[in-house]
T-cell receptor, first 116, second 113 residues
Framework: AQSVAQPEDQVNVAEGNPLTVKCTYS??????LFWYVQYPNRGLQFLLK??????LVKGSYGFEAEFNKSQTSFHLKKPSALVSDSALYFC??????????????FGKGTKLSVIP | KAGVTQTPRYLIKTRGQQVTLSCSPI?????VSWYQQTPGQGLQFLFE???????NKGNFPGRFSGRQFSNSRSEMNVSTLELGDSALYLC????????????FGPGTRLTVL
């Protein structure tokens, strides 16, 4: 079975400072990894994904994520946080064999608050 | 392209009733997945349809069912509603390949009284 852990329920960061939202995963075989963001009363918006290739993935709104196979991690980063980045962030994994191939398994989410 | 649309956006039902939610995918997408989001359980996968066939199913009771039509639109049905079914139901569409990104709709907020 595949699983995702987001160890921090909440992350607070000052505007202009770098931010990191942590994610670790467990899956059989090579993982497909995703980050989504959710604003209040909205659906999920796709930020970026890792399928294969370069370990550093760049996505929307200046976000990037680093895939680390040995640590089974896929942390989300941004060099300079904006107040408008305040939202709920979800990491997700999809296996690519067997029954879990087409479903996303999500972490519990991390609430990011950027303080002006 | 227009995004994923879900109707209705809000729904209030009473215990024991049934409900049908609708999802229209992005044009050209053949896969539709459904997820339930609650404060306690987070985001949980319900089922996924591709070209009118259920390809994957999550761990939910048989009261939760779905279908997909030839135009890729999908519906999910919940029968004999329980208080615990109150949730945000999210639909996501993708072209259907296993590396494809799933794009989510705004969700249907179901409240069961």
């Amino acid at each position: 079975a595949q699983s995702v852990a987001q160890p921090e329920d909440q992350v607070n960061v000052a505007e202009g400072n770098p931010l990191t939202v942590k994610c670790t995963y467990s899956v059989s075989g090579n993982p497909y990894l995703f980050w989504y963001v959710q604003y209040p009363n909205r659906g999920l918006q796709f930020l970026l994904k890792y399928i294969t290739g370069d370990n550093l993935v760049k996505g929307s709104y200046g976000f990037e994520a680093e895939f680390n196979k040995s640590q089974t991690s896929f942390h989300l980063k941004k060099p300079s946080a904006l107040v408008s980045d305040s939202a709920l962030y979800f990491c997700a994994v999809r296996g690519h064999s067997g029954a879990g191939s087409y479903q996303l398994t999500f972490g519990k989410g991390t609430k990011l608050s950027v303080i002006p | 392209k227009a995004g994923v649309t879900q109707t209705p956006r809000y729904l209030i039902k009473t215990r024991g009733q049934q409900v049908t939610l609708s999802c229209s995918p992005i044009s050209g997408h053949r896969s539709v997945s459904w997820y339930q989001q609650t404060p306690g359980q987070g985001l949980q996968f319900l089922f996924e349809y591709f070209s009118e066939t259920q390809r994957n199913k999550g761990n939910f009771p048989g009261r939760f069912s779905g279908r997909q039509f030839s135009n890729s639109r999908s519906e999910m049905n919940v029968s004999t509603l329980e208080l615990g079914d109150s949730a945000l139901y999210l639909c996501a569409s993708s072209p259907g390949g296993d590396t494809d990104t799933q794009y989510f709709g705004p969700g249907t907020r179901l409240t069961v009284l």
